[in-house]
């Protein structure tokens, strides 16, 4: 294995273990067991063979840019693991493709559906409930670890990476995908844009023109309203976590692509791309914003901020 280098001053400032790391990382679970990925997406009941129809369809017409990236078919016969598999839409594809597959996920709920997704269509796997900082697997294991949109949700997210780092076999590689702070979801639609409109609705503005505002369903904005009237004081940290998966969220982060480069400093190669504007949130237009645009856009200030690391 490689030795880990010494970290600087603002690398570990950014990833350094809060006191309440195993509190918070607790109520992350309890968050997402409650509200697994996709389900407010399909009408259909959860679990069903048309409600993961559906959330494949959606994930891949919203986020297109994902299997161009991963490649599915590329990883063929190699040995996958995806830290944070959430419903399993992206392992059922490497599965799919013929990659020997292990997802975890630190809920169960997650865990449950997943196992389920798969008996359904007949595909093989290991499932399990797992934590992103403390992986079970032995050194050098993997041809590839993915994870995506997870790593930013857990408290130590330096540790979860220098978990991928041990579990890859030489040459294997990461494909990891974090929020990204210096896009335009971040830095316009929620520092601006529902900063302002929230703090209107902790004044009593009505639902309806909020809505308007940021674009947010109004049924969606009611949850929101309960939340922020429900907290004596709203700090950046508590709109950060809100509208990064929705209200409620206990716990996200965003990064620069020079902090996620640091955080992947002991791996030979890294590389970083941006993709997705999510359009869904630009108030008014974002719904006419045409294809080739919304793709340049995305690739400037997308919110995804995708890190390719070779061991």
Not at 129 to 137: N, Y
Not at 261 to 270: H, L
């Amino acid at each position: 294995m490689q030795p880990v280098r010494e970290k600087s001053k603002a690398h570990v400032e950014i990833n350094l273990p809060c006191d309440r790391a195993e509190e918070i990382k607790e109520q992350v679970r309890e968050w997402w067991n409650e509200r697994p990925c996709g389900f407010r997406i399909s009408a259909h009941p959860l679990g069903a063979r048309s409600f993961f129809e559906e959330i494949e369809k959606q994930r891949y017409a919203q986020e297109y840019h994902i299997p161009g990236i991963v490649n599915f078919p590329a990883w063929k016969g190699r040995v996958v693991l995806e830290v944070g598999c959430g419903l399993g839409t992206d392992l059922l594809q490497f599965a799919r493709s013929g990659a020997h597959v292990t997802g975890i996920d630190l809920t169960p709920k997650a865990i449950e559906l997943t196992r389920e997704r798969f008996k359904l269509y007949n595909l093989g796997a290991t499932i399990e409930v797992g934590d992103a900082e403390h992986l079970r697997f032995p050194d050098e294991t993997f041809d590839l670890v993915y994870s995506h949109g997870v790593i930013h949700h857990t408290p130590n997210s330096q540790k979860a990476i220098d978990e991928i780092h041990r579990v890859l076999k030489p040459g294997g590689r990461a494909i990891v995908m974090l929020y990204h702070k210096h896009s335009y979801n971040y830095q316009v639609n929620i520092r601006v844009i529902r900063n302002v409109a929230f703090a209107l609705i902790r004044y009593g503005f009505p639902i309806t023109t909020m809505s308007a505002l940021t674009g947010i369903e109004s049924g969606l904005l009611k949850e929101y309203e309960r939340v922020i009237k429900g907290k004596s004081s709203w700090k950046e940290q508590d709109l950060l976590n809100n509208n990064t998966d929705g209200p409620g969220n206990p716990y996200s982060k965003v990064f620069t692509r020079s902090e996620a480069k640091e955080m992947f400093e002991n791996f030979a190669s890294v590389k970083t791309k941006v993709y997705w504007l999510v359009k869904r949130n630009v108030p008014l237009i974002g719904r006419y914003i045409p294809h080739p645009i919304d793709y340049v856009l995305g690739r400037l200030m997308g919110w995804s901020l995708y890190v390719f690391a070779l061991k």
